[in-house]
Every structure is written in C-alpha cells, then in structure tokens.
C-alpha cells in the first residue's frame, strides 16, 4: 500500500545473507504506487500492479503467483525480518528434504518495543485455536502452489492464518528454534493486530469463519488423537510399554509438544529406567501449560526419582500453590520433610 515503512521492509531484506532472493513487490493499492528505485538493492525485484487495488488475500495470491524461486515467504510492507531469518529457514529445509515448510518464533512490536514472543514446536490441534506461525516466519516450498492453497479472499485478517491452515494439511513443518521475524503490530490498518489497530468485532467475525471453515477437519484431528493416547493408555497398562512409546512417538510428529503426550512419554521412560529422560519430558510439557498442578505434580515425581529432591521439593511447593489441597503434593513434601539430608 506504498506506506513510509516500505523502506524499512525492503532493508531488512537486502541486509539478510541468503544469496538468491526475489522480491516481488505486489502495489496492493494500484498503479498510484511510487516507483522503488530496484538498482539501490541487491536483490531482484519483480512488480505485480493490476489496474485497481487488490484486497489482502488476491494481493497475496498475486504475490505468490508470480514468485519465479522454489521457497517463497511473505512479508508485510510494515513488517520486517531480522538478521539471518531466510537463511536459516532455507537450511532446515534443506536438512529436512521431507518437511514442506520451515518457521520460527516470531517477535511483536508495538510501540517500536518488543511486546512479546510466539512461538513453539509444531502442534497441529493447537493451530487450530490460534495461530502460533505468522506466514512471514514461514518459508514454503513453492512446489505446494500445485495442491490448490491459495489466501481466502472472503477474509481481511485471518487470511494468514487460514493459509498456513492450508499448508499445514499438505505437509510437515519444521521447527527452527529461533526469534528472527519482527511484526511491527499496531502500525497495520487490519484491525487484526495491537494498540491503534484493533477492531473487536471483525476480529471475532472472521475468527469464527476460520474456525467454522475448519471446524470438521479440526474434530478428525482431536479424533485421531483422542485414540491414539487411549490406544497407549492400554498399551502402558496391558505391559507394553515399548509399543505405548511407539504410539506416543508417532502421534508426537502431529501434535509435537503437546503437553499430556509428553507426560504419559515421561512416565513411560521413567519405568523404563530411562529417569533423567523422563525430567526433561516434564519440563517440557510444563512449559506447554504451566498453570496445570497435576503437571507440576508429574514434573516433581519424576525429579524425586531421578534423586533430585531440591527440583522436587519446588515442584510440589508449586503444586501446591496452584491447588492448595492437592494430597499427593502434601504428601510428597513430607516425605521429602522426613528424608535424611
């Protein structure tokens, strides 16, 4: 839309240290676009300008339409990628052949000050909520045009996360640990982001199209995960506790980290033997959902049992904390009380 933060956008662009990059600079707002000046960048630049303005959703159609590379990315012309974002987007996918796309964290900005970071391992039912992958932390394999996704042109806001949706339903997404994309939230005219630039109500109006348009693709997904846990709950309790673990391992490449999977694992490993193992499957499913006393109480057994009494002990204090009359905690702190130091 030809705004003062365009500059900015393209820098952050030019400064990236990927060696093969095309911009292609869609004029969203028609041909009263200024011209940019493509010979003061390092990178190509391709122009997209119908005879009228293009709304979100067919501008990035557009967009993505005439991109020439084999990996395409998105951004906004008031957004911008921090240093070395596309190269290490490009390096997970080429370590991982089979993954259609590769993301990171991402960082919001309001008030030219970091507000907060999103971001985490993929799961694929927690997509459905909210999304957690903006579509410029995302690089794609531009092969995927073929299987028909393309930005909804019934939404204003929500067509990024209804794309990434889209993509996530036709291939594996690899997760690269890193904050390296900055969305500058309450500079946009959406209505979709922060302070100055939020509209309640079309917010929740198209919240809920996304929801409703995946609402039967979504409850599949709970479905299936729904019998694969119950499936391992049997397996564990029947004795097989190295087929419980292949279950769970195979539901973890859909839902990741998610937070009672990791949990019925650690259990699984801590019979095992496999204790220390088990502590760090705690951690991470409590930093999925730290507000969850019997996750806490999980976390705190496994630390008991790997000899870890002081990570115990703060475990279950914490339990305690969030459910007062938590007995197993009770308990435990005073086993612990009675231990000899």
């Known amino acids: 839309m030809d705004p003062p933060t365009l500059p900015r ?17 869609v004029a ?13 960048y390092p990178f190509t630049l391709t122009w997209v300008v119908r005879d009228g303005p293009l709304k979100r959703p067919l501008a990035a159609n557009a967009g993505v339409e005439a991109a020439h590379g084999a990996l395409v990315t998105m951004l906004d012309h008031d957004d911008e990628f921090l240093d070395g974002h596309l190269s290490a987007l490009v390096a997970a996918l080429d370590a991982d052949r089979d993954a ?4 990171t964290r991402f960082e919001v900005s309001e008030g030219g000050e970091r507000y907060t970071t999103v971001g985490r ?26 299987t028909g996704i393309r930005y909804d042109a019934a939404l204003d806001i929500h067509d990024d996360w209804d794309f990434v949706l889209q993509l996530s339903e036709r291939t594996r997404f690899a997760f690269v640990d890193r904050t390296s994309f900055r969305w500058h939230a309450d500079t946009g005219t959406s209505g979709g982001g922060g302070q100055g630039n939020f509209d309640a109500d079309k917010y929740s109006t198209q919240h809920k199209y996304v929801r409703d348009k995946w609402s039967l693709t979504y409850n599949r997904h709970v479905e299936r995960y729904n019998a694969a846990m119950a499936k391992a709950h049997a397996q564990a309790g029947a004795g097989g506790v190295r087929a419980a673990e292949a279950t769970l391992r195979d539901l973890a490449r859909d839902v990741g980290d998610d ?23 705690m951690k991470r499913a409590v930093e ?17 049992l790997a000899r870890m009494p002081g990570a115990a002990r703060q475990c279950f204090e914490r339990v305690v904390a969030l459910a007062p009359d938590h007995a197993g905690a009770r308990s435990w702190l005073g086993r612990l009380d009675a231990a000899p130091r």
Do not use: T
């Open 9 to 25: 956008a393209l820098d952050s662009i030019a400064r990236q240290d990927h060696p093969a990059i095309e911009v292609v600079l």
């Open 28 to 40: 969203a707002c028609g041909p009263s676009h200024r011209p940019v000046d493509a010979g003061a």
């Open 100 to 103: 259609g796309g590769a993301y």
């Open 121 to 146: 391992p993929f799961n694929r039912l927690a997509l459905f909520e909210k999304s957690y992958i903006h579509h410029s932390a995302l690089v794609w394999r531009r092969v995927l045009l073929g």
């Open 259 to 281: 937070p009672d999977l990791l949990s019925l694992l650690a259990m699984l490993r801590g019979r095992a033997g496999a204790r220390d193992e088990a502590v760090a499957l």
């Open 288 to 304: 999925q959902r730290p507000e969850d006393p019997d996750l806490w109480f999980n976390w705190g057994v496994a630390c008991a």
